[in-house]
T-cell receptor, first 114, second 109 residues
Framework: KAGVTQTPRYLIKTRGQQVTLSCSPI?????VSWYQQTPGQGLQFLFEYFSETQRNKGNFPGRFSGRQFSNSRSEMNVSTLELGDSALYLC?????????????FGSGTQLSVL | DAKTTQPPSMDCAEGRAANLPCNHSTISGNEYVYWYRQIHSQGPQYIIH???NNETNEMASLIITEDRKSSTLILPHATLRDTAVYYCIALEYGNKLVFGAGTILRVKS
């Protein structure tokens, strides 16, 4: 069974641009979560989508948004990029939005903002 | 979600058991204890989780104290590939993880 797939693996953008990252969850998984990892702040939760609806949201500005499609694939968008948005963005999938769930993470997209 | 406390780093000899402690003294009755690890440049990997009882799977064992205020992750025979950052997380919903700084485990030959 294929794991969580994130594309692209690396991305370089300049300040002020916008970026869209893609995540394909494990087949049959309906929940997709996004995380940001930086050396200074560590791993931080961005948001979670289940059945095309945002179920949880972390403490990030409105420039960070996401969506989920009917096939459970998810995209994350960051508008008006800032230097501080340089980070590893990780996507994770799980079968359900529930207690007693375990997440499966992708390898991430490394975003560099110049 | 309850706050967890872990030692910043630990060393373990290859082939020996690695015992990683975690304190979660404010954990509530509905919160599970999860362990994930992250090997450099990769996404976190699920290891194990439990609520009250001790748990074991092919990767590790999880020992939770009777009062649930602390737990220990045991890697029975650590290898060099187990060198990673280990995160202990206490939460009710498994979909929204709150990561702390974790414990850097260094397995040495």
């Amino acid at each position: 069974k294929a794991g969580v797939t994130q594309t692209p693996r690396y991305l370089i953008k300049t300040r002020g641009q916008q970026v869209t990252l893609s995540c394909s969850p494990i087949s049959g998984h309906r929940s997709v979560s996004w995380y940001q990892q930086t050396p200074g702040q560590g791993l931080q939760f961005l948001f979670e989508y289940f059945s095309e609806t945002q179920r949880n949201k972390g403490n990030f500005p409105g420039r960070f948004s996401g969506r989920q499609f009917s096939n459970s694939r998810s995209e994350m968008n960051v508008s008006t990029l800032e230097l501080g948005d340089s980070a590893l963005y990780l996507c994770a999938s799980s079968a359900r939005h529930a207690t007693n769930e375990k997440l499966f993470f992708g390898s991430g997209t490394q975003l560099s903002v110049l | 979600d309850a706050k967890t406390t872990q030692p910043p780093s630990m060393d373990c000899a290859e082939g020996r058991a690695a015992n990683l402690p975690c304190n979660h003294s404010t954990i509530s009755g509905n919160e599970y204890v999860y362990w994930y690890r992250q090997i450099h440049s990769q996404g976190p990997q699920y290891i194990i989780h439990g609520l009250k009882n001790n748990e074991t799977n092919e990767m590790a064992s999880l020992i939770i104290t009777e009062d649930r205020k602390s737990s220990t992750l045991i890697l029975p025979h650590a290898t060099l590939r187990d060198t990673a950052v280990y995160y202990c997380i206490a939460l009710e919903y498994g979909n929204k993880l709150v990561f702390g700084a974790g414990t850097i485990l260094r397995v040495k030959s």
